[in-house]
């Protein structure tokens, strides 16, 4: 296992469209987050599950997003009818959530640019 | 609610140390991390520090931990131009589920 893996790596699609991203975290890890990072900004939680479980959605996460992770593994993001304002890198990252291990890993991100 | 501030920018000569420094306002914090992020890439986990501590030196890094002043630094020796990058500090509580990031430290080095 070489890390979290996400998939595109790049989107570009027209605004309006509907977009889907995949995000394969280290195996073991049962905690699965996103984030959002615009330039010159930190990251922005999004939303973060235990196993399959969605345990809180962050506000920035209209109802236009939803986040799925059906098995406790890999873990979809989806944007409807995306504008322009959700241009944006997306970031995953998980953890193993035991005592005294919470470090979480990043995945290298999809950039979206909706035009 | 929580917030992590850290200044924007940061320029040290090659050879100097570089120190990185960060407030936080959640005094529950259990784990603080800094990330190193490259132009395009993701977040590198580079060191993180349990809220127990006052230091933890990993190679060339070097964290120190104020918990009363919610104070936190990153010392880089012998900066390098590979050390160029976005420094995060970030924080997480134990109870709770996000890690919340400060806005980056933007790290340059001259020759």
């Known amino acids: 296992d070489t890390g979290v893996s996400q998939n595109p790596r790049h989107k570009i699609t027209k605004r309006g469209q509907n977009v889907t991203f995949r995000c394969d975290p280290i195996s073991e890890h049962n905690r699965l987050y996103w984030y959002r990072q615009t330039l010159g900004q930190g990251p922005e939680f999004l939303t973060y599950f235990q196993n399959e479980a969605q345990l809180e959605k962050s506000r920035l996460l209209s109802d236009r997003f939803s986040a799925e992770r059906p098995k406790g593994s890999f873990s979809t993001l989806e944007i409807q009818r995306t504008e322009q304002g959700d241009s944006a890198m997306y970031l995953c990252?998980?953890?193993?959530?035991?005592?005294?291990?919470?470090?979480?890993?990043f995945g290298q991100g999809t950039r979206l640019t909706v035009v | 609610g929580e917030d992590v501030e850290q200044s924007l920018f940061l320029s040290v000569r090659e050879g100097d140390s570089s120190v990185i420094n960060c407030t936080y306002t959640d005094s529950s914090s259990t784990y603080l991390y800094w990330y190193k992020q490259e132009p395009g890439a993701g977040l590198q986990l580079l060191t993180y520090i349990f809220s127990n501590m006052d230091m933890k030196q990993d190679q060339r890094l070097t964290v120190l931990l104020n918990k009363k002043d919610k104070h936190l630094s990153l010392r880089i020796a012998d900066t390098q131009t590979g050390d160029s990058a976005i420094y995060f500090c970030a924080e997480i509580n134990e109870g709770a589920s996000k890690i919340i990031f400060g806005s980056g430290t933007r790290l340059s080095i001259r020759p």
């Open positions: 990252a998980s953890s193993l959530s035991v005592t005294g291990r919470t470090e979480a890993f």
